[in-house]
């Protein structure tokens, strides 16, 4: 009963959805309960998926990014708050470290060194030390949602291997694979097309040895050796009896081979400058620490080096889409590692699939933390709260298509459009064919996180728990070796 009233309203769902195209909004990653905007404030200074695995057709046998320019501060007009003999002993490793930092610098460090830290620093940033996925985590990302998601990408990489003409080894790299879980939906997915999964040698890029531990034994690694001069992890996954070796960057990935990337929620980690426009032109918002031993933001009282940045994004942008914006935020890692990319799709051939919350122009301002499914201010305890920003989708493309003709971009589109034309729709129907009452209501809420947009309309349960759309919100986007043709979903 239970079973077809779900049934019933999802029904409309799996014709509409895919095709429910918004403007982007605020929001960013995806929530498991409800949360609230906090402001921020700026000093101007004198200074898995839940559900269980269903399978039927699909049987269950079967940055290095850092920028280029080195960054030096122009600290002359800024104030340098005192010293303070006794630091509060309640401070974390890593809030030391920043204030040590910003100490011995003698004044405020850029908000992407700032981000860099908080992330992934060696020994205590947010992504190192622990697992912050899921709802006991801070948040929760499409993979996780739904085994479909990765399912999905599962079909874009087999379509793009057949357009490569089926080549009998494909390095697929997944960077930042979170815990494992698309990787191990595409190949549980694709198990039972062998010359595909035969192809493929995978190539995580993780800078967690914690995540690291995760994605071997979510894909059910076994004979795990390490490369003495590299120090490379390397394994076999049981799932696809698939070789999978573990890499801190890009760089370290083998080339030679054709390639195919997986970015997803990737770009919107990597660090942000961020710019703000005043009565004398631009300046830079830096973090600093307050007389009272607080982070605070402060305004670079002049240009600084960074600003070279700024200017290089502004020649891609229409005068007045800059005229318009009084703060603007810089990726320069995203910039960098799309040229990576794409002059080693240029040189080994292949393609990339970039998705994440994102627009197609210049960002405003966007960064975020997140706390156990929370927003909370971004100075606020660093290391205990997730950061994130919009991805510049157009900057990607400028990046990489200046590299080489020999590469194309395509996108971005909606996550909606995207999965809808991978096929999302026949998956829930089938899946729907055959599960229990509590996975049918998992899979109605997952699809709806997917490809929805906004609030679910069917849902009943506590408003809190509502269930939001990712399908407008998140975007794709391909980068091509043009001898490959245009990939599926982008034609
Ligand atoms: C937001 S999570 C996304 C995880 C996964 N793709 C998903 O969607 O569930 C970002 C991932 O990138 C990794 N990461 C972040 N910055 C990195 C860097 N600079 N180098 C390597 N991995 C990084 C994190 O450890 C994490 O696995």
């Given at each position: 009963m239970m079973l077809r009233r779900s049934l019933a309203r999802l029904s409309p769902l799996l014709s509409n959805a895919a095709l429910r195209l918004n403007p982007i909004s605020s929001s960013s990653r995806s929530f498991c309960s409800s949360s609230s905007s906090s402001s921020q404030t700026l000093s101007p200074t004198t200074s898995s998926s839940s559900s269980s695995k269903l399978d039927n057709d699909h049987a269950e046998s079967s940055a290095d990014s850092s920028p280029s320019v080195a960054i030096s501060i122009d600290r002359s007009g800024l104030c340098n708050p005192p010293e303070h003999a006794h630091e509060p002993s309640s401070d974390s490793e890593l809030v030391k470290h920043l204030k040590s930092i910003i100490k011995f610098r003698g004044g405020p460090i850029s908000v992407a060194e700032y981000m860099e830290e908080v992330l992934t620093n060696p020994k205590s940033g947010f992504y190192i030390n622990r697992d912050v996925f899921g709802t006991s985590?801070?948040?929760?990302?499409?993979?996780?949602?739904?085994?479909?998601?990765?399912?999905?990408?599962?079909?874009?990489?087999?379509?793009?291997?057949?357009?490569?003409?089926?080549?009998?080894?494909?390095?697929?790299?997944?960077?930042?694979?979170?815990?494992?879980?698309?990787?191990?939906?595409?190949?549980?997915?694709?198990?039972?097309?062998?010359?595909?999964?035969?192809?493929?040698?995978?190539?995580?890029?993780?800078?967690?040895?914690?995540?690291?531990?995760?994605?071997?034994?979510?894909?059910?690694?076994?004979?795990?050796?390490?490369?003495?001069?590299?120090?490379?992890?390397?394994?076999?996954?049981?799932?696809?009896?698939?070789?999978?070796?573990?890499?801190?960057?890009?760089?370290?990935?083998?080339?030679?081979?054709?390639?195919?990337?997986?970015?997803?929620?990737?770009?919107?980690?990597?660090?942000?400058?961020?710019?703000?426009?005043?009565?004398?032109?631009?300046?830079?918002?830096?973090?600093?620490?307050?007389?009272?031993?607080?982070?605070?933001?402060?305004?670079?009282?002049?240009?600084?080096?960074?600003?070279?940045?700024?200017?290089?994004?502004?020649?891609?942008?229409?005068?007045?889409?800059?005229?318009?914006?009084?703060?603007?935020?810089?990726?320069?890692?995203?910039?960098?590692?799309?040229?990576?990319?794409?002059?080693?799709?240029?040189?080994?051939?292949?393609?990339?699939?970039?998705?994440?919350?994102?627009?197609?122009?210049?960002?405003?301002?966007?960064?975020?933390?997140?706390?156990?499914?929370?927003?909370?201010?971004?100075?606020?305890?660093?290391?205990?709260?997730?950061?994130?920003?919009?991805?510049?989708?157009?900057?990607?493309?400028?990046?990489?298509?200046?590299?080489?003709?020999?590469?194309?971009?395509?996108?971005?589109?909606?996550q909606s459009q995207l999965l809808g034309s991978l096929g999302i729709n026949f998956r829930v129907e089938k899946l729907l064919q055959n599960c229990t009452e509590e996975q049918a209501e998992n899979l109605r809420t997952g699809y709806w996180r997917l490809v929805g947009d906004g609030e679910a309309p069917f849902w009943e349960g506590p408003d809190e728990q509502t269930p939001i759309g990712m399908g407008t919100r998140y975007l794709a986007m391909a980068i091509v070796n043009k001898k490959q043709g245009v990939p599926v979903a982008f034609q």
């Amino acid at each position: 009963m239970m079973l077809r009233r779900s049934l019933a309203r999802l029904s409309p769902l799996l014709s509409n959805a895919a095709l429910r195209l918004n403007p982007i909004s605020s929001s960013s990653r995806s929530f498991c309960s409800s949360s609230s905007s906090s402001s921020q404030t700026l000093s101007p200074t004198t200074s898995s998926s839940s559900s269980s695995k269903l399978d039927n057709d699909h049987a269950e046998s079967s940055a290095d990014s850092s920028p280029s320019v080195a960054i030096s501060i122009d600290r002359s007009g800024l104030c340098n708050p005192p010293e303070h003999a006794h630091e509060p002993s309640s401070d974390s490793e890593l809030v030391k470290h920043l204030k040590s930092i910003i100490k011995f610098r003698g004044g405020p460090i850029s908000v992407a060194e700032y981000m860099e830290e908080v992330l992934t620093n060696p020994k205590s940033g947010f992504y190192i030390n622990r697992d912050v996925f899921g709802t006991s985590g801070d948040f929760i990302t499409s993979p996780e949602v739904s085994q479909m998601f990765g399912e999905m990408i599962g079909v874009w990489v087999m379509c793009l291997w057949e357009q490569m003409g089926q080549p009998p080894s494909v390095n697929l790299v997944e960077l930042g694979p979170g815990r494992g879980t698309l990787m191990s939906d595409l190949l549980r997915g694709s198990s039972q097309f062998k010359n595909f999964t035969k192809s493929l040698h995978i190539h995580l890029v993780e800078c967690s040895p914690v995540l690291q531990k995760i994605q071997y034994e979510k894909l059910k690694c076994t004979d795990e050796s390490v490369d003495e001069e590299t120090g490379a992890k390397s394994a076999v996954s049981a799932v696809t009896s698939t070789p999978v070796s573990w890499h801190a960057s890009l760089d370290q990935v083998p080339s030679g081979s054709p390639t195919i990337i997986i970015a997803h929620e990737f770009f919107d980690a990597l660090p942000i400058y961020q710019f703000q426009k005043g009565a004398r032109g631009w300046s830079e918002k830096m973090v600093d620490v307050s007389e009272d031993s607080k982070f605070r933001f402060v305004l670079s009282p002049g240009p600084t080096p960074a600003l070279l940045y700024l200017a290089r994004r502004s020649q891609w942008a229409p005068r007045e889409e800059v005229a318009k914006l009084e703060q603007i935020e810089v990726c320069p890692s995203a910039m960098d590692l799309t040229r990576k990319i794409a002059k080693r799709i240029d040189s080994d051939g292949g393609a990339a699939l970039i998705i994440d919350y994102g627009k197609d122009g210049l960002v405003s301002d966007s960064l975020q933390a997140i706390r156990k499914h929370k927003f909370v201010h971004i100075l606020d305890d660093p290391g205990s709260a997730d950061l994130s920003a919009y991805v510049d989708f157009a900057s990607i493309r400028h990046s990489a298509q200046e590299i080489s003709e020999n590469v194309a971009v395509h996108g971005p589109i909606t996550q909606s459009q995207l999965l809808g034309s991978l096929g999302i729709n026949f998956r829930v129907e089938k899946l729907l064919q055959n599960c229990t009452e509590e996975q049918a209501e998992n899979l109605r809420t997952g699809y709806w996180r997917l490809v929805g947009d906004g609030e679910a309309p069917f849902w009943e349960g506590p408003d809190e728990q509502t269930p939001i759309g990712m399908g407008t919100r998140y975007l794709a986007m391909a980068i091509v070796n043009k001898k490959q043709g245009v990939p599926v979903a982008f034609q």
